[in-house]
């Protein structure tokens, strides 16, 4: 008895090495995919890989782009600061998800190719730790400002 049931615990053990390699593998294939943030010093959006991008970069996504997940939108080009976002990726579903800036954030950005220094907000974001949550997202940003108004 013992052999037959070592041979199934060994093959199960090998397949799942080989889940993890591969899950690995395209984890580093996802992690060095291209995305535009905004470089303070050149006052430019340049291309960076996704692993570069850190908790206050701004980063710049154009229609029909992948993006890397948790972001949050700031502003949109679209009228009243609306974005379609595709989860498949997520959930499986296909349809689009409508999703809207803050009209106070929105109208701070309009310019694609630069960002004037001037104009990058500053200030505290409270956001909840991760969770199995995906369609719901508790937080809040405080402008650093002489109102200190939270969004």
Partial sequence: ????????????????AYEDIMRHVEDAKENGEKAAKYNKVTSQYEKCKWKDIRIGDFVLVKENEFF????????STEPEGICYVET???????????????AATNDMFSAETSLPIDTIPEGTMNVEYPNNRIYKFDGNFVLNSENSNAL
């Fill in 1 to 16: 008895m013992a052999p037959p049931l070592a041979f199934v615990v060994i093959v199960s053990m090998i397949k799942d």
């Fill in 68 to 75: 890397p997940a948790d972001l949050l939108m700031m502003s």
């Fill in 88 to 102: 498949k990726n997520l959930d499986g579903e296909t349809n689009l998800k409508n999703k809207q800036a803050l």
